[in-house]
T-cell receptor, first 111, second 115 residues
Framework: TQLLEQSPQFLSIQEGENLTVYCNSS?????LQWYRQEPGEGPVLLVT?????EVKKLKRLTFQFGDARKDSSLHITAAQPGDTGLYLC???????????FGTGTRLKVLA | EPEVTQTPSHQVTQMGQEVILRCVPI?????FYWYRQILGQKVEFLVS????????KSEIFDDQFSVERPDGSNFTLKIRSTKLEDSAMYFC?????????????FGPGTRLTVT
């Protein structure tokens, strides 16, 4: 069974601090997506990473796909209260149409 | 910008009743999905749909569930006889093609409450 484990589960930081959240698996994935979800809303796609070692930047967010395509990280520089939310990683399971989601990291940025 | 829409936003139903959740995927997308998220838990895959048939379904998607694309626009999830444990947010998603770079876009969800 393919699983995505995210860490930490919860993170509360002050505005302006940097943080990194992780998405790990023992399985290899062809691609991996990061989403942000607000309470009561659907996940909003942030980025898709495809190539091992790939780094993508979205303003203050930096996403990296592990060289072996088994893990990924999301780094936020100078976090702002607007970054507060649930960050989810997701990936298609091999040979299927099915996506699995990570357990999520709930981030709270305090002003 | 095209988006996935879902109706209703909130559905309250009594145990044993049938519900139909509706989704309008992005118009040129080919793959459609339903997921659910029980409060405080992770997003769980229910079913994928391509070319007017189910591509894959999870163990959650038992005989009480069915999906349909009745008119080439809407994509529906029917729960025949709802149970208390069906209470969750249900999300529809679509993607344009199957390739590894094809991105999956989610609707805002329907909150189903079974009483």
């Amino acid at each position: 069974t393919q699983l995505l484990e995210q860490s930490p589960q919860f993170l509360s930081i002050q505005e302006g601090e940097n943080l990194t959240v992780y998405c790990n698996s023992s399985s290899v994935f062809s691609s991996l997506q990061w989403y942000r979800q607000e309470p009561g809303e659907g996940p909003v796609l942030l980025v898709t990473v495809v190539t091992g070692g790939e780094v993508k930047k979205l303003k203050r967010l930096t996403f990296q796909f592990g060289d072996a395509r088994k893990d990924s990280s999301l780094h936020i520089t100078a976090a702002q209260p607007g970054d507060t939310g649930l960050y989810l990683c997701a990936a298609p399971t091999s040979g299927t149409y099915k996506y699995i989601f990570g357990t999520g990291t709930r981030l709270k940025v305090l002003a | 910008e095209p988006e996935v829409t879902q109706t209703p936003s909130h559905q309250v139903t009594q145990m044993g009743q049938e519900v139909i959740l509706r989704c309008v995927p992005i118009s040129n997308h080919l793959y459609f999905y339903w997921y659910r998220q029980i409060l405080g838990q992770k997003v769980e895959f229910l079913v994928s749909f391509y070319n007017n048939e189910i591509s894959e379904k999870s163990e959650i998607f038992d005989d009480q569930f069915s999906v349909e694309r009745p008119d080439g626009s809407n994509f529906t999830l029917k729960i025949r006889s709802t149970k208390l444990e069906d209470s969750a947010m249900y999300f529809c998603a679509s993607r344009p093609h199957r390739g590894t770079t094809a991105e999956q876009y989610f609707g805002p969800g329907t909150r189903l409450t079974v009483t």
